[in-house]
């Protein structure tokens, strides 16, 4: 079966929350993060620089994640696993660009964000960060769609 890209492009902006793993030094851990995204291609979010998983990527900028219907069931479940890369955004223009983004999408963020530039300095207690979509699975029973293996997105 084909990637049904339409469907997931669907499925990712549709929702704005990710769980997302990282690793170090053979351990894992998972956080949960509210993102925003223009294509489906590109997720922001912002996180605390000294949160373990923004410290973590740093070092290890390989991510996975799972976007899935919180209201799911073991017989109607529906979700998209990914994999990807984390950089913290250093481009005024980006950080502009997810601040109005992240704006849009969760009412009353706009008045908590710091100025862009406070955003991009490397004391920064909050940032801006990208995950890279690289390659995707999908579950979406009621769409009879069933993609077990990851596949390049």
């Not at 993102?35 to 290890?60: C, E, Q, V």
């Not at 009353?108 to 801006?128: D, M, Q, T, V, Y």
Request: a positive charge.
């Amino acid at each position: 079966m084909d990637l049904p890209r339409d469907r997931i492009r669907e499925f990712i902006k549709s929702h704005c929350v990710l769980v997302m793993a990282v690793a170090q030094n053979n351990n894992p851990y998972a956080s949960t993060i509210f993102y925003t995204t223009p294509d489906a291609h590109n997720l922001y979010f912002k996180s605390r620089t000294g949160s373990n998983h923004s410290r973590i990527i740093g070092s290890n900028p390989r991510v996975a994640g799972a976007i899935y219907d919180h209201d799911s069931t073991y017989k109607q479940k529906a979700g998209v696993q990914l994999l990807g890369t984390v950089e913290r955004l250093a481009s005024l223009r980006e950080v502009v660009t997810a601040i109005t983004l992240y704006s849009e999408q969760f009412e009353g963020a706009g008045e908590k964000l710091k100025s862009p530039e406070a955003l991009i300095r490397s004391s920064a207690e909050s940032a801006f960060y990208r995950l890279t979509v690289t390659h995707v699975k999908i579950v979406d029973v009621a769409r009879d769609l069933l993609i077990n293996d990851y596949q390049s997105w």
